[in-house]
T-cell receptor
Framework: RKEVEQDPGPFNVPEGATVAFNCTYS??????FFWYRQDCRKEPKLLMS???SGNEDGRFTAQLNRASQYISLLIRDSKLSDSATYLC?????????FGPGTRLSVLP | SQTIHQWPATLVQPVGSPLSLECTVE??????LYWYRQAAGRGLQLLFY??????ISSEVPQNLSASRPQDRQFILSSKKLLLSDSGFYLC???????????FGDGTRLSIL
């Protein structure tokens, strides 16, 4: 089993839609969690950290379920500019493990 | 504020040639530094990380090496490139091992 798995995608959604991405991780010792976005042929950029209580940043909501070893990202009111690949990242010790990513295309 | 610089942006090299990619960080001291590779359409693969000057940990055995001659400088090298070394190379820094990583613009390396 891979350390970090994500929805395979791609997700093609119309503007204004709500879309949710799921991520599971295998190492129960994982300590911190993040969502990154990566535009085509660009570097990954931090979108948000994920806290145990769940956290929200504008149209983005991240949730963590340690018991199920599951992380989610919800995007409300999708914009064309949200089109990118979303990477789930799990950290334990010195290890920072990136998931394979889920590609999102927001269509006009 | 902190910035990370990585160069060159693109590089085309023949098989068997040497490689040197440089990464520098400004605005912070004693950062953790990382080198990743991303093959086309694939996820990020951690190659090396460093928690201090001269301290390098290798994640994947290969014909690449890394060095950290100064606190905020991280260099990725190879004596002889292989076709399989093609990819998108990314340098990143973080304040600590459990803090988010911040990436440079990346170097797109093509081996001919």
């Amino acid at each position: 089993r891979k350390e970090v798995e994500q929805d395979p995608g791609p997700f093609n959604v119309p503007e204004g839609a709500t879309v949710a991405f799921n991520c599971t991780y295998s190492n129960s010792a994982s300590q911190s969690f993040f969502w990154y976005r990566q535009d085509c042929r660009k570097e990954p950029k931090l979108l948000m950290s994920v806290y145990s209580s769940g956290n929200e940043d504008g149209r983005f909501t991240a949730q963590l379920n340690r018991a199920s070893q599951y992380i989610s990202l919800l995007i409300r009111d999708s914009k064309l500019s949200d089109s990118a690949t979303y990477l789930c990242v799990v950290n334990y010790g010195q290890n920072f493990v990136f998931g394979p990513g889920t590609r999102l295309s927001v269509l006009p | 504020s902190q910035t990370i610089h990585q160069w060159p942006a693109t590089l085309v090299q023949p098989v068997g040639s040497p490689l040197s990619l440089e990464c520098t960080v400004e605005g912070t001291s004693n950062p953790n530094l990382y080198w990743y590779r991303q093959a086309a359409g694939r996820g990020l693969q951690l190659l090396f990380y460093s928690v201090g000057i001269g301290q390098i940990s290798s994640e994947v055995p290969q014909n690449l090496s890394a060095s950290r001659p100064q606190d905020r400088q991280f260099i990725l090298s190879s004596k002889k490139l292989l076709l399989s070394d093609s990819g998108f190379y990314l340098c990143a820094w973080s304040e600590d091992s459990d803090q988010p990583q911040h990436f440079g613009d990346g170097t797109r390396l093509s081996i001919l």
